[in-house]
Nanobody, 123 residues
Framework: QVQLVEFGGGLVQAGGSLRLSCVAS????????MGWFRRAPGKEREFVAG????????RYDASVEGRFTISRDNAKNTVYLQMDSLKPEDTAVYYC????????????????WGSGTQVTVSS
């Protein structure tokens, strides 16, 4: 069982920035894809961004591409989501997810999930 813990959520004004972190208990993530999802009030959970640890492939939802950047720190077993130019519609609970994958970045079907961190963007 892979345990994931998110950090970095908070309240920010529109146009501001936040950086989310996700620390994984797995000793090596080289066989994993890791993704960020979010669930806004009244909406279903949606894929935001992801990275495959083995291939280095990244993927973004169109709504955040150009504003959000996903990155990793191999030594710390940590994935980051840098969020810039935040908009009120980015307000959601953000979840870190992981799944065994050797190549691609899936947009669904992840097995392991963190408990989420709240991001609130004021207008």
């Amino acid at each position: 069982q892979v345990q994931l813990v998110e950090f970095g959520g908070g309240l920010v004004q529109a146009g501001g920035s936040l950086r989310l972190s996700c620390v994984a208990s797995e000793r090596s993530l080289r066989n994993f894809a890791m993704g960020w999802f979010r669930r806004a009030p009244g909406k279903e959970r949606e894929f935001v961004a992801g990275i495959n640890w083995s291939s280095g492939r990244v993927r973004y939802d169109a709504s955040v591409e150009g504003r959000f950047t996903i990155s990793r720190d191999n030594a710390k077993n940590t994935v980051y989501l840098q969020m810039d130019s935040l908009k009120p519609e980015d307000t959601a609970v953000y979840y870190c997810a992981a799944n065994r994958n050797y190549n691609i970045v899936p947009t669904g079907g992840y097995e392991y999930w963190g408990s989420g961190t709240q991001v609130t963007v004021s207008s």
